[in-house]
T-cell receptor, first 117, second 110 residues
Framework: NAGVTQTPKFRILKIGQSMTLQCAQDMNHNYMYWYRQDPGMGLKLIYYSVGAGITDKGEVPNGYNVSRSTTEDFPLRLELAAPSQTSVYFC????????????????FGPGTRLTVL | EDQVTQSPEALRLQEGESSSLNCSYT??????LFWYRQDPGKGPEFLFTLYSAGEEKEKERLKATLTKKESFLHITAPKPEDSATYLCAVQPYNFNKFYFGSGTKLNVKP
C-alpha cells in the first residue's frame, strides 16, 4: 500500500492564482482531512470528509474548497491565493470501526509546501 | 472552547537523560487523545491513542499516560534518533474533528 499520497510536493503561486492540491489514499478509509501547518505551530483543520459526497468545515476553511467524489481522492482547491495561505498542507485519512465508534487514528501524507508571493 | 497546550516548546536532553513532555487539554468530552511524532519535512507519524483517564501505553522508550486534564509522554533513556517534534491532539466525543497542540521539539545529543 502507498498509504496517503500528496502532489505536488512544492509549489510557488503568485497572488490571485488558483490551484488544486491532490490527495489520495489506498486504504479504503472513509474519513479524510486537510490540515495546514504554519512554522512552529500545530496543525489546523481546514476541511474534512466522512465519506464520498460528504464534506464539512474545520477551524480555518476560508479561502479553500473541497470535494469528495470518490473514497480514494480528496482534493483541496485554493481560489485567489493570498500570502496568508503560505504554509505546509497535510492530508490525512482514518478508518471507521463498525457501529458508531471512530478510531481516530490518522495516517498522514508527506505534505505539500506552498508559497504565495 | 476545545484546546490543547503542549510544554515545553523545546527540550534538549543528553543521551540517556529521561524526561517528560506535557499535553494539557480542555475538551467537551474526550473521545481520544493522540500522540504523533513528526520528523523535519515529513508528515506526523502515529504513536499512541489514549481513551480514558488512567490509561497507559508503551512503545520502546516511550510511555504515554492520561489524566482528566493532561497527558504525559515519558521518554526513558532517550537516544539521538528520538529527536523529533512530538505532537498531541484531542478528538472531542461528539465531533469528527481533531485539535492539535503546537508540539514539543525534542533534541537528544549524543
Amino acid at each position: 500500500n502507498a498509504g496517503v499520497t500528496q502532489t505536488p510536493k512544492f509549489r510557488i503561486l503568485k497572488i490571485g492564482q488558483s490551484m488544486t492540491l491532490q490527495c489520495a489514499q489506498d486504504m479504503n478509509h472513509n474519513y479524510m482531512y486537510w490540515y495546514r501547518q504554519d512554522p512552529g505551530m500545530g496543525l489546523k483543520l481546514i476541511y474534512y470528509s466522512v465519506g464520498a459526497g460528504i464534506t464539512d468545515k474545520g477551524e480555518v476553511p476560508n479561502g479553500y474548497n473541497v470535494s469528495r467524489s470518490t473514497t480514494e481522492d480528496f482534493p483541496l482547491r485554493l481560489e485567489l491565493a493570498a500570502p496568508s495561505q503560505t504554509s505546509v498542507y497535510f492530508c490525512a485519512s482514518s478508518a471507521t470501526r463498525g457501529g458508531a465508534t471512530h478510531t481516530g487514528t490518522q495516517y498522514f501524507g508527506p505534505g505539500t509546501r506552498l508559497t504565495v508571493l | 472552547e476545545d484546546q490543547v497546550t503542549q510544554s515545553p516548546e523545546a527540550l534538549r536532553l543528553q543521551e540517556g537523560e529521561s524526561s517528560s513532555l506535557n499535553c494539557s487539554y480542555t475538551v467537551s468530552g474526550l473521545r481520544g487523545l493522540f500522540w504523533y511524532r513528526q520528523d523535519p519535512g515529513k508528515g506526523p507519524e502515529f504513536l499512541f491513542t489514549l481513551y480514558s483517564a488512567g490509561e497507559e501505553k508503551e512503545k520502546e522508550r516511550l510511555k504515554a499516560t492520561l489524566t482528566k486534564k493532561e497527558s504525559f509522554l515519558h521518554i526513558t533513556a532517550p537516544k539521538p534518533e528520538d529527536s523529533a517534534t512530538y505532537l498531541c491532539a484531542v478528538q472531542p466525543y461528539n465531533f469528527n474533528k481533531f485539535y492539535f497542540g503546537s508540539g514539543t521539539k525534542l533534541n537528544v545529543k549524543p
